[in-house]
C-alpha cells in the first residue's frame, strides 16, 4: 500500500490536531489522542517509509518524565523523550505492508496509552505483551498475565 | 434520546467513565457471591441449632439476617480487605417482653449454641448479642428480638428493657426502592455487539441505590482516619442507608430519566443532605432522620451533641467534592489518589485493574473499539465512527 493511500485511511479518523505530509519519501503523520474520556491529550507523531517498518513516538507530554519514579516504562524502543512505543511483534504478520496503519497503529497507540496510565495507577500493565529474549532464551516469557487473571 | 451519542459531549463521557469506575469500586468492597452464600448457610445452621429445643420459646423462634446483610449493602472492613465482614441476625423468640426480661432471652440463645460443638468454640459473647466467629471469613452476631405487638424489640445495650425496632420492615422498604434503582441490566453479548453506552455498567443486580450506600459507608470509614476530630461522630450506617433511600424515593418520584448512573448518584448523594429534618417539636428545632416505618429518630442523638450533625455536613460536603473532582481529572492515574482517598488504596487500584482487564479481554475476543472522536478506546459499538481495534502484541523493552 502507497504513502498517500495510507495517509487518505489517517487523514478518514478525523484525528483531533492531525497534520500529515511527505518528507524526503517519508509520510509523517502528527496527531492527539486521549484514549478514554478521563485520559490525558497526547500528541504522537508517526513515520512511515515505504519498505520500512512505521514508527509511533509520543512528542507529548513527557512520558518519560510521567513515568519517572514508577520504575521501567514497559513496551518502549526508546526511553528517551519523544519515547518510541513497541506496538506489535515484528516478523509475525501483525503488521506488514498490505495493512492499514490507521486501522492498525493507531487505535494501538491509544491503547498504549491507556495501559500506560492504568500501569502509572496501579503498577501494573494488563495490556499483556512480549520482550525481546536475549539469544540463549528460548521461552518466551509474558510480561504480565494480565488477560483473564483473577486480581 | 441518548446524549452520548449525538453530541459526543466530553463531559457526559467523563461521568459516565467516572460511574463505571465507582461500580468496580463498589465490586472489590462487596462480599462476593459465594461468601454470600456460606453466610446464608451458616445462619440458616445457626437457625436450626437455636431452635433445637424443648423450650416453646425457642422451638417456634426465627432466626433471619437485618442490617446491611438483609438489604445487600455488605462492606467488607478497611483495615484488614480480607477480615471479616459482619453478618446481623436476628432471633425472635417466642415470647412476650412482659414476660421475658432481655437478659435471659440472651442467655437461651447462649446456651443452645454453646451446647453445640459445632459453636463452643466459635462463640464469643457481647453486650446484648452473641457472635459466632468464622476466621478469617465472617462473623454472625445473634441477637434476641421479641414480638411486640406490630412492632419487633431488641434489648438496649444495658440489656435494662426492650426498645422497639423494625428491622423486617425497614429491609422491605429498602429493598423495594433498592430493585427500582437498577437501570438497563446490560448482558455481556449486547454490550458489545449494539449497546450505545460505552461503559456498560450499571448496579447490575444491586442496582444504584445499594452501590451508593456501599461507597458512602466506605468513604465514611476513610473519611473517619483523616478527620479525626469527627470520627466519633461520624454518621451511622443506618442514617446513611435511609437518607440515600429517601433521596432516592425522592428523583424516583420525580420521574427524570436515570440512565445515567453518574448523574444519578450525584443527585442521590446531593438529596442525602435534604432528607435530613429539621422538625419544630414544642418550640425546640430538632435533627430528625426519621425512619421510614415508624415513628422513630434515627438522629436521636444529634439532639443531644451537635458534634454530630457537624460531622454528618462536614463529611456530606467530602463526599460530593470527590465525587466532583473524579469527572475533572486528566490521567487515570490522576483518578487514583481521588479514589484511594475516598475508598482506599486496594479498591482505588483494584477498580482501576479491573478495568484495564476489561479492555485487554475486549481486546483478546475481537469487541474492542477505538472511537477518535468521543468515547475512545471501548467494548462497544458507538454510533460516532468507530474501529476494530484489531490484536496485537506489546514488544520491546
Redesign the interface.
Known amino acids: 500500500m502507497d504513502l498517500a493511500l495510507q495517509l487518505l485511511h489517517l487523514q478518514a479518523l478525523q484525528l483531533s490536531g492531525a497534520v500529515g505530509q511527505f518528507r524526503n519519501r517519508q509520510l509523517v503523520f502528527t496527531y492527539e489522542i486521549s484514549p478514554t474520556p478521563m485520559s490525558r491529550t497526547y500528541r504522537l507523531q508517526l513515520t512511515f517509509q515505504q519498505g520500512g517498518s512505521p514508527e509511533v513516538r509520543v512528542l507529548s507530554p513527557n512520558i518519560a518524565e510521567l513515568g519517572s519514579g514508577h520504575g521501567t516504562i514497559p513496551h518502549l524502543y526508546e526511553r528517551a523523550h519523544p519515547v518510541k512505543l513497541c506496538l506489535y511483534l515484528p516478523s509475525t504478520g501483525e503488521w506488514h505492508a498490505g495493512k492499514i496503519i490507521a486501522h492498525t497503529l493507531i487505535p494501538w497507540s491509544a491503547e498504549w496509552l491507556f495501559y500506560f496510565e492504568a500501569w502509572l495507577a496501579t503498577g501494573e500493565w494488563s495490556g499483556g505483551g512480549e520482550h525481546p529474549q536475549p539469544k540463549a532464551e528460548k521461552k518466551k516469557k509474558k510480561n504480565n498475565k494480565g488477560i483473564g487473571t483473577k486480581v | 434520546m441518548d446524549s452520548l451519542e449525538q453530541s459526543g459531549n466530553?463531559v457526559t463521557?467523563?461521568e459516565?467513565?467516572?460511574a463505571h469506575l465507582l461500580g468496580r469500586v463498589a465490586d472489590?468492597i462487596d462480599i462476593t457471591a459465594s461468601q454470600y452464600e456460606r453466610a446464608k448457610t451458616s445462619y440458616e445452621t445457626v437457625g436450626k441449632v437455636v431452635t433445637n429445643s424443648a423450650d416453646p420459646r425457642l422451638s417456634t423462634a426465627k432466626v433471619f439476617p437485618q442490617g446491611s446483610f438483609a438489604i445487600g449493602t455488605v462492606i467488607r472492613p478497611i483495615d484488614k480487605e480480607d477480615g471479616e465482614f459482619d453478618v446481623d441476625l436476628a432471633c425472635r423468640l417466642t415470647a412476650s417482653p412482659h414476660t421475658l426480661e432481655p437478659a435471659e432471652a440472651k442467655r437461651l440463645i447462649g446456651k443452645q449454641l454453646s451446647n453445640d460443638g459445632r459453636y463452643a468454640e466459635k462463640l464469643e459473647e457481647k453486650a446484648r448479642c452473641w457472635r459466632v466467629n468464622y476466621e478469617g471469613d465472617f462473623h454472625l452476631d445473634v441477637c434476641p428480638l421479641v414480638s411486640a405487638g406490630t412492632s419487633d424489640a431488641i434489648p438496649d445495650k444495658q440489656l435494662s428493657r426492650w426498645v422497639l425496632t423494625h428491622p423486617e420492615a425497614f429491609a422491605g422498604w429498602f429493598n423495594v426502592l433498592a430493585n427500582k434503582a437498577r437501570t438497563r441490566v446490560l448482558a455481556e453479548d449486547s454490550v458489545m455487539k449494539a449497546e450505545v453506552v460505552p461503559f456498560p455498567d450499571d448496579g447490575g443486580d444491586k442496582g444504584w441505590l445499594r452501590r451508593v450506600v456501599q461507597l458512602m459507608k466506605r468513604h465514611r470509614d476513610m473519611w473517619c482516619q483523616e478527620a479525626k476530630q469527627h470520627a466519633d461522630f461520624a454518621p451511622i450506617s443506618i442514617i446513611l442507608t435511609t437518607l440515600a433511600a429517601k433521596a432516592f424515593q425522592r428523583e424516583a418520584a420525580s420521574g427524570r430519566e436515570s440512565s445515567n448512573p453518574y448523574a444519578l448518584m450525584k443527585r442521590i448523594i446531593t438529596g442525602m443532605a435534604d432528607a435530613v429534618e429539621q422538625r419544630n417539636v414544642q418550640g425546640a428545632i430538632q435533627w430528625w432522620v426519621a425512619s421510614p416505618v415508624a415513628n422513630e429518630n434515627f438522629a436521636n442523638r444529634w439532639n443531644e451533641d451537635s458534634r454530630w450533625p457537624l460531622a454528618f455536613f462536614a463529611w456530606h460536603q467530602e463526599a460530593l467534592a470527590s465525587l466532583q473532582q473524579l469527572?475533572v481529572?486528566?490521567?487515570?492515574?490522576s483518578?487514583?489518589p481521588i479514589l484511594e482517598k475516598s475508598f482506599g488504596a486496594n479498591a482505588?487500584?483494584?477498580a482501576?485493574?479491573?478495568?484495564?482487564?476489561d479492555?485487554?479481554?475486549s481486546?483478546?475476543n475481537g469487541g474492542?473499539r477505538?472511537a477518535?472522536?468521543g468515547?475512545?478506546?471501548t467494548s462497544a459499538v458507538t454510533a460516532s465512527?468507530s474501529?476494530?481495534?484489531?490484536?496485537?502484541?506489546?514488544?520491546?523493552?
Open positions: 466530553s463521557l467523563r459516565s467513565l467516572a472489590t469527572t481529572v486528566s490521567g487515570l492515574d483518578a487514583q482505588s487500584k483494584k482501576i485493574t479491573i478495568y484495564a482487564q479492555m485487554a479481554a481486546r483478546s474492542l477505538f477518535a472522536a468515547a475512545g478506546l465512527a474501529i476494530a481495534v484489531p490484536r496485537h502484541t506489546f514488544f520491546g523493552e
